[in-house]
């Protein structure tokens, strides 16, 4: 049995009203108006049985709920997203569950979704962006959500947010050939990775549970960078004592990047595979395919799973990362 446990569907009638008509905007917007398999639910499921025994933990795609709208009518958008996926999961035996979307301009709100979704509807966990209409993760009108996710031993899904408009160089107006996806993703979940690190939240809360998707972004490449490197945090910077802020730390900052688990979405990459599975270990990769975003329906899957056979592992460690990893993560099987 494989689960993937991160990939992205529309409900329908979510995807009409809310995306169809224009409100996913530009950029990835126009990406997420033209698939198919992101809201044809027969042809999703036609997919799905190509690769037999296989389920699907489902998230609503980019873009996110606070973008669409302000925070007086962002959490109705939530909550319909939320009917939706739980409705999904309902109906079809191949999506296992879902995680839940929040309205995060409206820090207040997404704490009653979060309680609904998880409470009522089921949800087997949360979808966080790596900013926030671009304010960090670690600031702090953001903390009680993870406060909340860790007191209800949750995981918190990280995706990845960043359109055309952060430029390449501050000279430019926007940037081009779509590297704000390319390079800009990855860079996104390394940040968003390095401000929950050195703001504290992992000695804060010991035991939070954050899948990054496409295996942490830069981090398990930079290995030397943000071990031996951040090793020395505070001798490149005149303005802020960061050798306090190093002092203080329970463990060295690479340490607590492995505290993250990683997917195994990249698109086919077998040496980032390889990397990422390197550094996280055994026990936190999972198999995801980042499905429905490939060219051709089920080829990001295929790839996926020729990467991680590829790893030369045990069939009891395949089945730690196609299965195990994620049913301990979601408290099933």
């Given at each position: 049995?494989?689960?993937?446990?991160?990939?992205?569907?529309?409900?329908?009638?979510?995807?009409?009203?809310?995306?169809?008509?224009?409100?996913?905007?530009?950029?990835?917007?126009?990406?997420?108006?033209?698939?198919?398999?992101?809201?044809?639910?027969?042809?999703?499921?036609?997919?799905?049985?190509?690769?037999?025994?296989?389920?699907?933990?489902?998230?609503?795609?980019?873009?996110?709920?606070?973008?669409?709208?302000?925070?007086?009518?962002?959490?109705?958008?939530?909550?319909?997203?939320?009917?939706?996926?739980?409705?999904?999961?309902?109906?079809?035996?191949?999506?296992?569950?879902?995680?839940?979307?929040?309205?995060?301009?409206?820090?207040?709100?997404?704490?009653?979704?979060?309680?609904?979704?998880?409470?009522?509807?089921?949800?087997?966990?949360?979808?966080?962006?790596?900013?926030?209409?671009?304010?960090?993760?670690?600031?702090?009108?953001?903390?009680?959500?993870?406060?909340?996710?860790?007191?209800?031993?949750?995981?918190?899904?990280?995706?990845?947010?960043?359109?055309?408009?952060?430029?390449?160089?501050?000279?430019?107006?926007?940037?081009?050939?779509?590297?704000?996806?390319?390079?800009?993703?990855?860079?996104?979940?390394?940040?968003?990775?390095?401000?929950?690190?050195?703001?504290?939240?992992?000695?804060?809360?010991?035991?939070?549970?954050?899948?990054?998707?496409?295996?942490?972004?830069?981090?398990?490449?930079?290995?030397?960078?943000?071990?031996?490197?951040?090793?020395?945090?505070?001798?490149?910077?005149?303005?802020?004592?960061?050798?306090?802020?190093?002092?203080?730390?329970?463990?060295?900052?690479?340490d607590y990047f492995k505290s993250f688990y990683a997917d195994t979405a990249l698109f086919g990459a077998a040496a980032a595979t390889r990397c990422g599975y390197d550094f996280f270990g055994i026990d936190r990769v999972l198999y995801a395919s980042d499905m429905p975003f490939e060219p051709v329906p089920g080829?990001?899957?295929?790839?996926?799973?020729?990467?991680?056979?590829?790893?030369?592992?045990?069939?009891?460690?395949?089945?730690?990362?196609?299965?195990?990893?994620a049913e301990k993560l979601l408290k099933k099987g």
């Amino acid at each position: 049995m494989k689960i993937d446990i991160f990939n992205h569907i529309f409900p329908k009638t979510f995807f009409d009203k809310y995306i169809d008509k224009g409100s996913a905007g530009k950029d990835i917007g126009k990406r997420v108006s033209n698939i198919p398999t992101i809201v044809d639910i027969d042809a999703r499921l036609r997919v799905l049985d190509e690769f037999g025994d296989y389920v699907q933990v489902i998230s609503l795609p980019l873009p996110p709920i606070e973008t669409i709208a302000g925070p007086e009518k962002s959490p109705q958008i939530a909550a319909e997203g939320n009917d939706g996926l739980a409705e999904l999961v309902r109906r079809h035996d191949r999506f296992l569950g879902f995680v839940a979307a929040l309205p995060m301009n409206n820090v207040d709100s997404a704490l009653e979704e979060m309680r609904r979704a998880i409470d009522d509807l089921g949800a087997s966990g949360i979808q966080l962006y790596t900013n926030v209409a671009g304010k960090p993760l670690d600031a702090s009108e953001f903390l009680p959500i993870f406060d909340e996710a860790a007191r209800r031993d949750v995981p918190i899904w990280i995706h990845p947010a960043r359109g055309a408009d952060f430029t390449d160089y501050l000279s430019e107006k926007k940037s081009l050939y779509e590297i704000w996806w390319t390079f800009g993703w990855p860079y996104e979940t390394s940040v968003a990775m390095a401000r929950l690190v050195f703001s504290g939240y992992f000695d804060r809360f010991p035991k939070l549970k954050i899948i990054t998707h496409h295996m942490g972004g830069m981090i398990p490449y930079f290995e030397g960078r943000v071990g031996y490197g951040w090793d020395q945090l505070g001798t490149r910077t005149s303005d802020a004592d960061y050798n306090a802020l190093l002092k203080s730390m329970k463990k060295r900052p690479v340490d607590y990047f492995k505290s993250f688990y990683a997917d195994t979405a990249l698109f086919g990459a077998a040496a980032a595979t390889r990397c990422g599975y390197d550094f996280f270990g055994i026990d936190r990769v999972l198999y995801a395919s980042d499905m429905p975003f490939e060219p051709v329906p089920g080829l990001y899957a295929r790839e996926t799973i020729k990467c991680v056979e590829a790893l030369d592992l045990t069939a009891d460690q395949k089945d730690q990362i196609y299965r195990r990893n994620a049913e301990k993560l979601l408290k099933k099987g």
